[in-house]
């Protein structure tokens, strides 16, 4: 069993900063893919950022390009979402994720198998 506990989020204008953490425990996961979901009130939960924990490959949601960035440290069990340029429509409980197949950076939240409890970040305009 994995654990994945998030951290970071809150409430900032529009144009600032965030950086979000979720760090895991329990099983190895060193394959493991990470996830950041997002889900506002009224909508689908939908993909965010993923990165593979060997090689450093990612992906992103159109949406984000340019202005989030994944990271991850695995030493620290962690992965890092840094979030600028931050918009209202980026309101939305931010969830951590974690896929056991390490051959994808999968946008899909069904291929996820561990979901931490989410962290509310409101951008206020």
């Known amino acids: 069993q994995v654990q994945l506990v998030e951290s970071g989020g809150g409430l900032v204008q529009a144009g600032g900063s965030l950086r979000l953490s979720c760090t895991a425990s329990?099983?190895?996961?060193?394959?493991?893919?990470m996830g950041w979901f997002r889900q506002a009130p009224g909508k689908e939960r939908e993909f965010v950022a993923a990165i593979r924990w060997s090689g450093g490959s990612t992906a992103y949601a159109d949406s984000v390009k340019g202005r989030f960035t994944i990271s991850r440290d695995n030493a620290q069990t962690t992965v890092y979402l840094q979030m600028n340029s931050l918009k209202p429509e980026d309101t939305a409980v931010y969830y951590c994720?974690?896929?056991?197949?390490?051959?994808?950076?999968?946008?899909?939240?069904?291929?996820?198998?561990?979901w931490g409890q989410g962290t509310q970040v409101t951008v206020s305009s």
């Open positions: 329990g099983r190895t996961f060193s394959t493991y893919v």
């Open positions: 994720a974690a896929d056991r197949n390490p051959h994808r950076t999968s946008a899909v939240r069904d291929e996820y198998d561990y």
